[in-house]
């Protein structure tokens, strides 16, 4: 699976911003598929998953309940709706796929074989 990530931009404190990841290969419907993320001086963290065609979303606790993680298998993509923004939430968004990622595994980077080259998420205070 390639992936491209893109929706990434300049929002102010409280905004919101929706981010796509496009998948091309032939196993996306059954892949899990995940969003991580990288800030300044930090190390990459988990933010949200889908576990392959199950449908359960899973997030990380510091996007819950603000984040959205959703799949359109029609047309191979990956979304992040993000709200209620905070400069915390500046870095570097990733998207990731595994064909053979298990659910204990899904948060952690070396579970995913697949990543797109990432798109920047500033958020001004």
């Known amino acids: 699976v390639q992936l491209q990530a893109s929706g990434g931009g300049l929002v102010q404190a409280g905004g919101s911003l929706r981010l796509s990841c496009a998948a091309s290969?032939?196993?996306?419907?059954?892949?899990?598929m995940a969003w991580f993320r990288q800030g300044p001086g930090k190390e990459r963290e988990f933010v949200a998953g889908l576990f392959r065609s199950y449908g359960r979303a899973y997030y990380g606790d510091s996007v819950k309940d603000r984040f959205t993680i959703s799949r359109d298998n029609a047309k191979n993509t990956l979304f992040l709706q993000m709200n209620s923004l905070t400069p915390e939430d500046t870095a570097v968004y990733y998207c990731?796929?595994?064909?053979?990622?298990?659910?204990?595994?899904?948060?952690?980077?070396?579970?995913?074989?697949?990543w797109g080259q990432g798109t920047q998420v500033t958020v001004s205070s």
């Open positions: 290969g032939r196993n996306f419907r059954s892949a899990t």
């Open positions: 990731a796929a595994s064909d053979r990622a298990i659910l204990s595994s899904m948060t952690s980077r070396g579970a995913y074989e697949n």
